[in-house]
């Protein structure tokens, strides 16, 4: 059906043709791979830190346990999942940390599911995740709970498909 739509489109057979180019096969390794590093590095220095919680962090706690939803100077949500973060886990920075270093675990593989579609092959899908996961500017966000960290993912969730 889908070739029958673009063979009239295209006038012929051949031209359907090169209108109708399958996707690149999914690096699912190497996006894997790579989105298990940064997740595991995210806990590592989350867990071996000299340093508590940020300024920010405090503040989304509070919030959390005081929720009036609409009433803050930032998404509620992030205050939610600081709440509910803080009752699975209780109060320590792996729990307080887990919801950005999930995020930015997801930034990563959306930029090799990008690559993809805009029809890059295993290379360029892993070139992407890994330009990702090594670049400062995302590096910086998702390093702690901060509105930055849910305005990047939602920003990268949202432009994935549209």
Same mark, same amino acid.
């Given at each position: 059906m889908t070739e029958d739509l673009a063979t009239e489109a295209a006038g012929s057979v051949d031209a359907a043709r090169q209108v109708i180019t399958p996707r690149p096969a999914l690096a699912v390794g190497l996006i894997a791979g790579l989105a298990a590093v940064?997740?595991?590095?995210?806990?590592?220095?989350?867990?071996?830190t000299p340093y508590g919680l940020h300024r920010d962090e405090f503040l989304y706690l509070a919030m959390g346990q005081h929720l009036q939803l609409w009433h803050m100077f930032f998404p509620p949500a992030i205050a939610v999942l600081a $709440?509910?973060?803080?009752?699975?886990?209780?109060?320590?920075?792996?729990?307080i940390r887990?919801?950005?270093?999930?995020?930015?675990?997801?930034?990563?593989?959306?930029?090799?599911?990008?690559?993809?579609?805009?029809g890059g092959n295993r290379s360029a899908q892993g070139l992407a995740a890994l330009a990702v996961?090594?670049?400062p500017c995302f590096s910086e966000r998702r390093r702690y709970? $901060?509105?930055?960290?849910?305005?990047?993912?939602?920003g990268r969730l949202g432009s994935w498909r549209w």
């Amino acid at each position: 059906m889908t070739e029958d739509l673009a063979t009239e489109a295209a006038g012929s057979v051949d031209a359907a043709r090169q209108v109708i180019t399958p996707r690149p096969a999914l690096a699912v390794g190497l996006i894997a791979g790579l989105a298990a590093v940064q997740f595991v590095a995210h806990l590592v220095t989350a867990l071996w830190t000299p340093y508590g919680l940020h300024r920010d962090e405090f503040l989304y706690l509070a919030m959390g346990q005081h929720l009036q939803l609409w009433h803050m100077f930032f998404p509620p949500a992030i205050a939610v999942l600081a $709440n509910v973060a803080r009752g699975l886990f209780g109060d320590n920075l792996f729990a307080i940390r887990l919801f950005p270093a999930l995020a930015g675990t997801t930034i990563v593989v959306l930029a090799g599911l990008t690559a993809r579609e805009l029809g890059g092959n295993r290379s360029a899908q892993g070139l992407a995740a890994l330009a990702v996961l090594l670049s400062p500017c995302f590096s910086e966000r998702r390093r702690y709970s $901060n509105q930055s960290c849910s305005t990047s993912f939602g920003g990268r969730l949202g432009s994935w498909r549209w």
